[in-house]
């Protein structure tokens, strides 16, 4: 009964090890979420709206899944140095300029760029921010 | 029974006061003002309060037509100063402005004026752009373009908005985000800062309020 008993906690505390270890990338999202949703409302929310709408044509809506998922190697250099050409989204053209965000360290791109792909009807899941930052110093 | 009938005096007691309590509200007018001894008709001294008011302008518009205080003249009219390349708080600001709009776009008596202040690179064939984009390039919403110095007068000394050229902010020029509302007597009524959601709501409540001033 004993050895029963020991058995089992030995067991429930491996799958523990295994739940939690799993769950690692899934904390990770929650932190870069809910910091990326501070930088976004300080940095991104005047032209890109509370729930990424966008504005009129001035500014594109940030709903367009397609379009983040084709360009998910240049997301962090467009929030960094900004877009100056145009861009189809959602099949509009915007042309205007979108100015550059040098002041963020890779950190914040990563985790802006990773609450936008994953709020307003986006899920594209986590990157970390050791691939945003290679990807940064590989901007064109 | 006398419980019961004591109990409907005491109802009909508080709706009486508070019936008789209701005043016709109105909103405040702001700015200075002074007073003057005038002569009414009858040749009897008043004692008059002058308010301030807003001076005539003109300005060029979107379509480089030369719009002049008579376009609002007779209207309530709300008010703003931006510029197109800002980043910070303009794309707000008419964002919020643009439910205003679209709540009361089919009065005639409500019209909307923004100003730009980049007085460099706003020209009238950009604010022309800016409009057609914001999906606002109407006779309704004016943009506005004049010189440096008859904008941020009218500005700071009537519309008592702060504005003004700044190298060490990010877009070149620093502002204020206020919607000013201004009644059909050119006087200023409200108030109202463009990038927070509960004043905008305020802004919307308080346009019928002035507009019934105006019907009697």
Known sequence: MRKYIINSIFFCSIVA??????????????????????????????????????????????????????????????IKNGI????????????????????????????????????????????????????????? | MNKIIFSIAIFMLSTAILSSCQQEKKLPIYGERHTETVRDAAGIEKIDTVYQTIPNWAFLNQDSVLTTNKLTDGKIYVTDFFFTSCTTICPTMHRNLMTVYNEFKSNPDVMFVSHTIDFKYDKPSVLKKYAQKLGVDVNKWQFLYGSKDSVYTLAEKNYLVAVGEDSAAKDGYIHQGYLVLVDKDRRIRGAYDGTKEDQVAQLKKDIPVLLAEYKK
Do not use: R, W
């Not at chain 1, 053209?93 to 009807?121: C, H, R, W």
């Open chain 1, 84 to 140: 100056s050409e145009k861009i189809v989204i959602h099949g509009k053209e915007y042309n205007e300029k979108m100015p550059g965000f040098p002041e963020l360290a890779d950190i914040d791109v990563a985790q802006v760029m990773v609450y936008v792909t994953n709020s307003f009807g986006n899920n594209q899941g986590f990157v970390p921010y050791s691939k945003v930052s290679t990807q940064l110093q590989n901007c064109k």
């Open chain 1, 17 to 78: 090890i295994i739940v939690s270890c799993q769950n690692q990338e899934t904390i990770d999202l929650q932190n870069y979420m809910s910091n990326g949703k501070d930088i976004y409302k300080a940095k991104c929310q005047n032209c890109h709206g509370e729930n990424g709408e966008g504005l009129g044509q001035l500014a594109p809506p940030l709903t367009d899944s397609v379009f983040l998922k084709n360009n998910k190697d240049n997301l962090a250099c467009m």
